[in-house]
């Protein structure tokens, strides 16, 4: 076995090399939603259907206006994973195209859905393998209130610490609307650091989904995480890339518990600055 060296990127553990016991502090899957139908429509006219049994989702995509995907419709196992009152976070991985998955937050009391597509792509040159596509929506039929769920600025900062299992422990502190730091402080990757891709957008208040992109391991996350008790932070989320070879979708999903350490102050008019969206941004 290769000894990991922190210095030499070509020594990091693979996606596959970090699933085992690393879903260890992941929430039960809930059935609530078994027996739901979930239509969504966006605001380019794009429809999503999604009928829900006990553990598989049907669904059926119809473009929209200026929508170049194609039409299709398919059955995938989902994990559910309950957030909040009324609120979701479903993550399922398409069995006819393996190279993306699909992260809901159903949000039914407000009416809302933020969808979360993840896609491997061909490699190319200062773009990460996975990127993430981000459609915010409305429950058709429902009574829409509060925000649309929409990019933000808030984690800014904030220095958490996250533990997935016994086992194994992260450190991430939010930079900016582009970038965020992490190293993990226990588990086979323990040493290692970097700085990293991600996106955050706002459910409800206190609620964010966090997606980060990995530019080293062909990987990307996307998760959900309730902050509003700051020493007592819970997160659910997926891990979606390719294994060793670089050629098998691996997908696994987890959970973790988190605490705030800190958050940085920056004098007025040393803000961390906007960036351009990444293309997973869009």
Not at 188 to 209: F, H, M
Not at 224 to 246: K, M, P
């Amino acid at each position: 076995m290769t000894t990991l060296n922190p210095a030499d990127t070509s020594t990091w553990l693979p996606l596959d090399g970090l699933a085992p016991g690393f879903d260890a502090n992941k929430a039960a899957h809930t059935t609530a939603l078994d027996g739901r139908e979930v239509n969504v429509t966006a605001p380019n006219g794009t429809r999503i259907s999604h009928r829900f049994t006990a553990d598989r989702v049907s669904w059926d995509y119809t473009p929209g206006a200026g929508d170049a995907t194609a039409a299709s419709s398919g059955t995938d196992a989902y994990e559910a994973f309950e957030v909040d009152d009324e609120l979701f976070f479903v993550q399922f991985h398409h069995e006819t195209l393996p190279t993306e998955a699909v992260s809901l937050v159903v949000d039914l009391r407000h009416g809302r859905v933020l969808s979360v597509v993840s896609r491997i792509l061909p490699p190319e040159r200062g773009r990460t393998r996975v990127q993430h596509f981000f459609g915010p929506a409305e429950i058709d039929g429902a009574a829409v209130s509060g925000d649309a769920p929409a990019p933000t600025r808030t984690l800014i900062g904030r220095r958490v610490e996250w533990v997935y299992s016994t086992e194994h422990a992260y450190e991430h502190v939010y930079l900016s609307e582009r970038w965020y730091s992490w190293q993990c402080l226990a588990g086979p990757e323990r040493g290692l650091a970097d700085t990293d891709e991600n996106s955050v957008w706002q459910i409800r208040p206190g609620i964010y989904v966090f997606a980060w992109r990995e530019k080293v391991i062909p990987c990307a996350s996307v998760t959900i995480a309730d902050h509003r008790d700051a020493s007592r932070i819970r997160s659910h989320g997926v891990l979606f890339g390719l294994d060793e070879s670089g050629e098998v979708p691996t997908h696994f999903t987890f959970g973790a518990w988190g605490r705030l350490l800190s958050v940085t102050h920056h004098a007025p008019d040393l803000e961390p600055t906007s960036f351009p969206a990444a293309d997973g941004d869009a």
